[in-house]
């Protein structure tokens, strides 16, 4: 797992991005990406609980997704785990992607408004 | 619609990755619009005219390969390129797309460059298929033009009877020397009119166009009933509409036309050769051939419509022939009896 002083985020995904399509425009994803994400989260505990595996399966794909835009590899390595592994047999996975997420979102937060 | 100003359609269930694959496309001159599922991207395609689709496999309601399979199922839509955009690094999802005729793939997050090569790759195949079809639905009557779009351009040959005509302007050459570049296109341009009007009145298609030369067939891709005599009307027709030209000609000073056409009956295998991306309707095989040759056998003949064996044979007695005898012709076994067409009203 990453060290704490680790930085969630990928500076230079992110400032490759900011270059491709506008630091402005890359300010209003992060907002975009903050409001969708924590709906996917949240959805991914009930689905694990029904056992709905393609369901499950199609949420940590798009965490993934999103998260390896902004260069949120640590998350984006989890939800690539939960995608590819299939419905876990326990909570555990899913807290810690909670917890990477908290990291990431908040370290985007800060990056969006420096 | 060339490569730039194109109006792209992005399905993403992620609005993250929907808003900014458009944000990307409209950074490289596109209009771009977005579906949050596959179900929402079909209503808007039906919907609305676009160029292009960016399709993401894993969507609610409906995914990619539903959509993919939608498309090719629509005479309107098959043609829609496709490029899917999907993080699953999963080969077989990619296999599985292109099989359900995606054109490209892009891997999620989406490089920029390659976004624009991918792009533009896919509009110009497009342009090319656009233009393509184009040709086909100019040269084809409405039947075959249906024809090809149930068929989808289905590429694959089949053995067919049908009567193959050649035709070609006599001493187009010289003539193009004598008058400006203007006049040669004016000129061929009124021929061309002239032959189609002809070819297509009696069901014929015409399939290409070289020069001062073309190449029709009766009885092809769709059967033709009496496409023998339905040739030799439309070559008969063909005769006077030049007639009716020259008058005009040798009035303005020009020197008279004529032309000489061929015509052969028998098995042809027809079918659309090329790629998927390219095809034209042909028809190969030795009465294609022979028809070619009786063409040319015209000027030696010293008659303006030559047929074969074949062809006379299904003639009714009002479509008067006369024997020339047998000719030795290149790239054909054995001599070949020739019979030439007499003119309406000549005796």
Redesign the interface.
């Known amino acids: 797992m990453s060290e704490p002083t680790n930085d969630p985020i990928d500076l230079a995904v992110l400032e490759e991005?900011q270059s491709?399509?506008g630091r402005e425009?890359v300010d209003?994803?992060i907002g975009?990406?903050l409001e969708?994400t924590p709906a996917l989260m949240a959805a991914l505990g009930p689905a694990r609980a029904a056992g709905e595996a393609a369901e499950f399966?199609?949420l940590a794909?798009?965490i993934?997704?999103?998260s390896?835009?902004f260069g949120a590899a640590e998350l984006a390595g989890l939800a690539r785990a939960l995608e590819l592994g299939g419905v876990p047999a326990d909570g555990a996975p899913l807290a810690a992607l909670d917890e990477a997420y908290g990291r990431a979102a908040a370290r985007l937060a800060e990056l969006r408004r420096g | 619609m060339a490569e730039s100003g194109a109006r792209i359609l992005v399905a993403d269930d992620n609005k993250v990755n929907r808003l900014l694959l458009i944000r990307s496309l409209e950074q490289l001159g596109h209009r771009g619009a977005g579906a949050e599922n596959g179900r929402l991207a079909l209503e808007l395609l039906e919907q609305q005219n676009f160029d292009l689709l960016l399709l993401d496999i894993a969507m609610p309601e409906m995914d990619g390969f539903q959509v993919l399979q939608h498309l090719t199922a629509s005479p309107r839509l098959r043609d829609l390129p496709v490029i899917v955009t999907s993080a699953l690094e999963d080969l077989d999802s990619v296999v599985r797309c292109i099989e359900l005729g995606a054109d490209d793939y892009l891997r999620k997050p989406v490089n920029p460059v390659l976004l624009r090569a991918r792009v533009q790759s896919s509009l110009e195949k497009k342009r090319l298929r656009d233009e393509q079809r184009e040709m086909v639905r100019r040269f084809a009557t409405s039947e075959v033009e249906q024809d090809l779009e149930r068929s989808g351009f289905a590429l694959g040959g089949r053995h067919l009877t049908a009567t193959v005509m050649f035709a070609d302007l006599c001493g187009f050459t010289a003539l193009c020397e004598q008058q400006s570049a203007d006049e040669t296109i004016e000129l061929l341009n009124t021929y061309y009119t002239l032959m189609f009007d002809a070819i297509s009145g009696q069901g014929g298609v015409i399939n290409q166009m070289i020069g001062d030369g073309l190449m029709a067939i009766f009885g092809a891709p769709l059967p033709l009933a009496d496409a023998g005599s339905r040739a030799v009307r439309a070559a008969l027709e063909m005769i006077e509409m030049i007639e009716l030209l020259n008058v005009e000609r040798v009035a303005a000073g020009r020197a008279p036309l004529a032309i000489g056409v061929g015509l052969a009956t028998g098995d042809v295998i027809a079918g659309y050769t090329g790629t998927q991306r390219r095809a034209t309707y042909t028809c190969v095989g030795r009465t294609v051939n022979l028809a070619a040759r009786l063409e040319a056998h015209t000027r030696v003949a010293a008659h303006a419509i030559l047929v074969d064996d074949a062809t006379r044979a299904t003639l009714p007695a009002e479509l008067a022939t006369q024997a020339l005898g047998a000719a030795q012709f290149k790239g054909i076994a054995g001599p070949t009896e020739v019979h030439a067409v007499a003119p309406r009203g000549a005796s």
Do not use: A, N, P, Q
């Open positions: 991005l491709s399509v425009f209003e994803l975009t990406y969708e399966k199609r794909h798009s993934k997704s999103s390896s835009t």
